[in-house]
Nanobody
Framework: QVQLLESGGGLVQPGGSLRLSCAVS????????MGWYRQAPGKQRAMVATITRGGTTDYADSVKGRFTISRDNAKNTVYLQMNSLKPEETAVYYC??????????????WGQGTQVTVSS
């Protein structure tokens, strides 16, 4: 089995910063694309940022210039640095990993989600 452990969510004031982390463990041979998605109440889950194993990144237009995604391949961990947070970015943030299992099967995995609340 593959496990994703997210951390770093919480309550922050508008304009503040948070850093999310997602560590992958278990029967994972190689992580390929890693990313962060978010789902606000009453809305669909949406991509925030993704990063390939080689470091190519993609961001939702709304977060460009404020959020930075990075990864540590040796630790199978992906990070999301979020700056200048806005109240409308309050959501559950989910880590997503696409990779190969120890038996060389492709897999797509989700974390349990971490709540980010932006409020004064």
């Amino acid at each position: 089995q593959v496990q994703l452990l997210e951390s770093g969510g919480g309550l922050v004031q508008p304009g503040g910063s948070l850093r999310l982390s997602c560590a992958v463990s278990g029967s994972i041979f190689r992580t390929n694309v890693m990313g962060w998605y978010r789902q606000a109440p009453g809305k669909q889950r949406a991509m925030v940022a993704t990063i390939t194993r080689g470091g190519t990144t993609d961001y939702a237009d709304s977060v460009k210039g404020r959020f930075t995604i990075s990864r540590d391949n040796a630790k199978n961990t992906v990070y999301l640095q979020m700056n200048s947070l806005k109240p409308e970015e309050t959501a559950v943030y989910y880590c997503n990993v696409q990779g190969l299992t120890a038996t060389m099967m492709p897999g797509n995995y989700w974390g349990q989600g971490t709540q980010v609340t932006v409020s004064s």
